[in-house]
């Protein structure tokens, strides 16, 4: 008699990999977000200096995700060709926290600061310049794309969890 072992038991270990290493990365997004910011803006008494030690932790935060990213879609894509075809859903949703890390890395966190150094070598906070509405419709559009990239990274995880023996 011949045990037939199944694909998925074949790749557990990456698997387990996969779902160690998302875990701790989706972790790290919710521990920047909701943890780290607002204990930084009810700390700090200068909103402009918590503002801007904020932004260097996203920054951070959106070159660990486009880094972290890139290297599950191409264990995702190990995994597909090796048989393991509900990692197909896995790689879309690690698509759409790529294009959430990439656009606050290439196109909010920079324009923000432009526009927070702009302001500052007027001698005035961001928030009393003219470019003030600006920055809160990009602070505003920013923190929407956020909460779509942490919820990704929960539905990612609970994919991950999922049994498939």
């Known amino acids: 008699m011949v045990m037939q072992i199944s694909s998925t038991s074949n790749y557990l270990g990456a ?59 191409v264990l995702a894509n190990l995994l597909i060709n090796r048989g393991l075809s509900h990692f197909r859903i896995i790689r879309w949703l690690l698509l759409g926290i790529l294009l959430c890390a990439l656009s606050a890395l290439f196109i909010f966190i920079p324009w923000m600061n432009t526009l927070r150094d702009e302001a500052l070598l007027q001698g005035m906070p961001v928030m009393l310049s003219p470019s003030a509405g600006l920055f809160s419709k990009l602070h505003g559009a920013s923190s929407l794309v956020y909460l779509i990239q942490s919820a990704l990274g929960l539905y990612l995880l609970w994919r991950l969890t999922k049994n498939y023996q």
């Open 15 to 73: 698997q387990r990999l996969f779902t160690l290493v998302t875990g701790l990365w989706v972790g790290s997004i919710f521990t920047s977000a909701y943890l780290v910011a607002p204990t930084i803006f009810n700390t700090l008494t200068d909103r402009q200096v918590a503002g801007m030690v904020a932004g260097s932790i996203f920054r951070v935060e959106a070159l660990i995700s486009t880094i972290v990213c890139i290297a599950l879609m």
